[in-house]
């Protein structure tokens, strides 16, 4: 589904990406692995034409992704980022309607919106309430059913467990393989490895900009001090 191949970028000024080459294909979780630096979360914004490549391919069903950010959302791939960025000042259903804003079959919007309440029921009882006033928790499953209610056919993800606690990761990431088993395919940027490495099927682990290592979750999770050599948090 996704295929990047030698793909170099900048970031700042900083040579962010120098080389880097993934695929993920449909239907799968694939994680991208790495401390603070290592370039995962310019990955997922050189995808979504959010920062511009220098060199290398990016292609989505065997196409280039387009240059606007917009466009790379109409071709059915979603960025949900780090930090939530939710709009505070607007109420869950209006950041909801934004994530739908590229739509125009109202039926099927309608229906997602159920699918997104059903997912998180907590964000149908707030649904009139203002996205500042939610928790940490509750923005984190905003920022990803508003990603949902663009439709998409991949869905990356930026650091959803950063800054929850222990029992809310586990609830995002219960529902993020309930949404996987839906047909939806993830790129998931993670520092807590073990979590990733628990519900994807491969991944890819990154320093200072290049994919030092890549396989089966299992494999990785099995063979690998993942904690010692990349920061992955706890079990």
């Not at 991208?32 to 989505?60: D, E, H, P, Q, Y």
């Not at 979590?195 to 290592?213: P, V």
Request: net charge neutral; proline share 3%.
């Amino acid at each position: 589904m996704l295929h990047i191949e030698n793909l170099y970028a900048s970031y700042g000024g900083i040579k962010a990406l120098q080389g880097v080459s993934i695929d993920v294909e449909a239907h799968e979780i694939v994680a991208v692995l790495g401390s603070n630096g290592a370039g995962k979360s310019t990955l997922l914004k050189t995808i979504s034409s959010m920062v511009r490549k220098n060199s290398g391919s990016i292609t989505f069903e065997g196409k280039a992704l387009p240059a606007e950010p917009f466009h790379v959302v109409e071709r059915g791939v979603v960025h949900v980022p780090e930090g939530r960025q939710i709009f505070a000042d607007l109420t869950v259903y209006q950041n909801l309607m934004i994530g739908a804003f590229l739509r125009k079959d109202h039926k099927g919007i309608q229906e997602d919106l159920e699918k997104v309440y059903t997912l998180f029921p907590r964000l149908k009882e707030r649904e009139k309430q203002y996205g500042g006033l939610l928790s940490g928790g509750e923005q984190q499953m905003l920022a990803i059913s508003r990603g949902l209610m663009a439709r998409p056919k991949l869905m990356m993800l930026d650091e959803p467990s950063l800054g929850l606690a222990p029992i809310i990761v586990n609830q995002i990431f219960d529902i993020l393989r309930e949404i996987n088993q839906s047909g939806t395919a993830i790129l998931i940027v993670e520092q807590n490895a073990y979590k990733a490495l628990a519900i994807s099927h491969r991944a890819y682990l990154m320093t200072t900009g290049r994919i030092q290592k890549s396989g089966s979750s299992k494999d990785l999770l099995a063979g690998e001090n993942i904690e010692k050599l990349y920061l992955g948090g706890t079990n």
